[in-house]
């Protein structure tokens, strides 16, 4: 698989739907229980802020990552870290609620952007 190394930090949400859809990434929603369960995007995994760094020993270092939260600041962090540590990150620039915006879809059916 080709490094993607050429791409910005921050993604937009189509591209990073794209990578998504291609299964090029790790997407990982980082942020609480309650707006996980409020609406999410498809196939990504679920990992709390507080367990990243027990969970990065179980990630591929050479498959990239993308992370999101609701506006895209929690995941900046958690980018920034995991690039620190070697790892390809990338943050979904304005999170969930521009993947919203954008028009993608999140689930289950009835999904909503949780507030803070």
Known sequence: MAALDHLQEDL???EVRGLHAEGTVELI???EPYE??????????????PAL??????????RPIVFYCR??????MA???????????????GGLVAWVAAG?????????????
């Open 12 to 14: 937009s949400p189509e």
């Open 29 to 31: 929603d980082v942020r």
């Open 36 to 49: 996980h369960d409020a609406g999410r995007i498809d196939g990504a995994r679920h990992v709390e802020i």
């Open 53 to 62: 760094t027990a969970a990065a020993a179980e990630l591929d270092p050479e």
């Open 71 to 76: 506006s895209g600041h929690r995941s900046a």
């Open 79 to 93: 980018t920034q870290a995991f690039r620190a540590s070697g790892f390809q990150a990338f943050n979904l620039t």
């Open 104 to 116: 993608l879809p999140i689930v289950p059916e009835d999904a909503t952007v949780a507030d803070h």
